[in-house]
């Protein structure tokens, strides 16, 4: 461990789709963070308008990492926990993620972003040790949910799976004392006191390239936060989904802007062992199943029905429990 105390600090943002990294990865770039790939997309479009602000090698990396193990960034948090032990020619992967780490940080410190980052956290730890610093994104389940409808087309309970189950594995491969949480809600209507915190938890921890003061909150775009979610759900939504991930959300302190992840997080993953991924998918699978079946009498074509992403994710869901011989756990 002591050999990694003077390279460059990793600063991870994570958090699933629409949840808020990106707007969290732009104000911690304004800081002086940049990998030195140079590759960082600041172009935005109609859900993202101020900017993706991720590295596209980062990305191409982890969606080849996914595919390799055949799946995608939708069905990804389907992936038992221990899933980097199955990775087909694991030293070539490594070597791969340790030279991209390379590259990035041939300036310093730096900070990455990508929701996928979320499942394949399990293995830039492993590249990472010792230097990896985690910041997870959290936004209200309903309101990640309700965006993902919009701009994907997927059922609302198929998107408070992907929340829970995305969240579950980043808490799982974080580690103690290395992980934060950042409410997005929170960091969007208090900019100044969630920025600060953040800012002084980075300087803390031993990143020495962050400009002095944690400017830039001022520029946060509190349109990103249009409406409060519902208190329920839509009534067709499995009880499951909603019920997991409402009580992994408020475990995560959402009335705190910023929440060190300490003792707290052996805690979490602790509740993760005990209620994910176990029966939780099998049966939003099926739920989501009579939906799909529902659409396909509806729809005009099969054809329109077998590109829909949430077939390849109950396909996923059948695959997994036909190779699992036991619950898995976190490591």
């Known amino acids: 461990m002591a050999s990694h105390r003077s390279e460059p600090k990793a600063v991870l943002i994570v958090g699933p789709h629409r949840s808020g990294t990106s707007a969290t990865s732009a104000l911690v770039h304004g800081w002086g963070l940049e990998p030195a790939t140079g590759d960082v997309d600041r172009t935005g479009d109609r859900f993202n308008r101020r900017g993706l602000w991720e590295a596209r090698s980062l990305v191409e990396l982890n969606d080849a990492l996914l595919a390799s193990v055949g799946v995608s960034w939708s069905t990804a948090p389907l992936l038992e926990w221990q899933w980097p032990a199955r990775l087909p020619d694991r030293l070539a992967w490594q070597k791969r993620c340790e030279e991209l780490a390379a590259r990035a940080g041939a300036a310093g410190d730096w900070v990455w972003k990508d929701p996928r980052l979320c499942v394949t956290l399990a293995v830039w730890r492993a590249v990472l040790a010792g230097r990896l610093l985690v910041v997870v994104v959290v936004r209200h389940p309903l309101a990640t949910a309700l965006s993902l409808a919009r701009r994907n087309r997927f059922p609302v309970g198929f998107g408070l799976a992907i929340w829970t189950l995305s969240v579950a594995h980043a808490l799982c491969a974080a580690s103690p004392g290395a992980c934060c949480a950042v409410h997005f809600e929170q960091l ?3 900019p100044q006191a969630a920025a600060t915190a953040l800012h002084h938890w980075l300087a803390n921890h031993g990143v020495t390239r962050l400009r002095r003061e944690a400017a830039g909150w001022e520029s946060l775009d509190r349109s990103l936060i249009t409406s409060s979610p519902p208190d329920e759900p839509p009534g067709d939504v499995l009880p499951v989904c909603w019920d997991l991930a409402w009580q992994l959300y408020r475990s995560l302190q959402p009335e705190r802007a910023f929440v060190p992840m300490d003792e707290q997080l052996e805690q979490l993953v ?5 209620h994910l991924p176990g029966p939780f998918p099998a049966a939003v699978a099926e739920a989501l199943e009579r939906q799909v079946t529902d659409l396909a ?35």
């Open 188 to 190: 969007v209507a208090r």
């Open 270 to 274: 602790s509740w993760c062992e005990r």
């Open 297 to 331: 009498a509806k729809a005009e074509g099969y054809e329109i029905l077998t590109r829909h992403p949430v077939l390849r994710w109950l396909r996923a869901v059948r695959r997994m429990f036909r190779r699992r011989d036991h619950a898995p756990s976190c490591q």
